[in-house]
């Protein structure tokens, strides 16, 4: 056997993309007391995949809101499974890491607005420049969202963080 030297952007969803089942997903609370929660970090996401998602409520003007004011959670055109399938289609990895491994996380960041549009981009933890950068690339390439609403039908806009995992792969040739 022999290594390639190319590396597999994976986010931990192979197996869960087979998955049929496209029920909405559950939050997970940090806490024991939802009705007096406020956010000083984002909260995960429990998907029928392997993504990672985690989130974050914010009004108009960037102050955290409580989660339990959450009517409705942000979509994804065709649900996380789609979300993973676009960024493994559409990720690119630079000329420049060709012959290099990559093995690690890039923890991104990203907001869904109002209108559904994907915005603020960044990197929180990245690898490498030339890795990071195709991660905000593809990342400010999705597609518009539904945006997400408060129990009184206002939108609102919401933070994602999304760990995109790199891992070595072998060739069996």
Not at 5 to 24: A, N, R, V
Not at 49 to 63: G, M, T
Not at 158 to 167: A, I, N, R, S
Request: glycine residues 4%; charged residues 30%; contains cysteine.
């Amino acid at each position: 056997m022999r290594i390639i030297i190319g590396t597999l952007l994976t986010i931990l969803l192979l197996i869960s993309c087979q998955s049929k089942d496209k029920s909405e997903p559950k939050l997970e609370l940090k806490s024991e007391s939802k009705s007096s929660i406020t956010q000083s970090e984002f909260k995960k996401i429990e998907t029928n995949n392997s993504l990672e998602l985690e989130y974050q409520i914010l009004d108009e003007n960037d102050e955290i809101l409580e989660f339990n004011r959450l009517h409705k959670m942000a979509e994804y055109p065709g649900g996380f499974d789609s979300l993973a399938t676009f960024i493994q289609r559409n990720f690119k990895f630079p000329e420049t890491t060709k012959n290099i491994t990559i093995k690690g996380t890039v923890r991104t960041t990203f907001s869904v607005d109002t209108l559904g549009k994907v915005a603020e981009v960044k990197v929180i933890d990245g690898l490498m420049k030339e890795i990071d950068q195709s991660c905000i690339k593809v990342i400010s390439k999705l597609p518009d969202w539904k945006p997400a609403e408060l129990s009184e039908n206002k939108k609102v806009k919401m933070v994602f963080g999304l760990p995109l995992k790199f891992v070595a792969e072998k060739d069996t040739e």
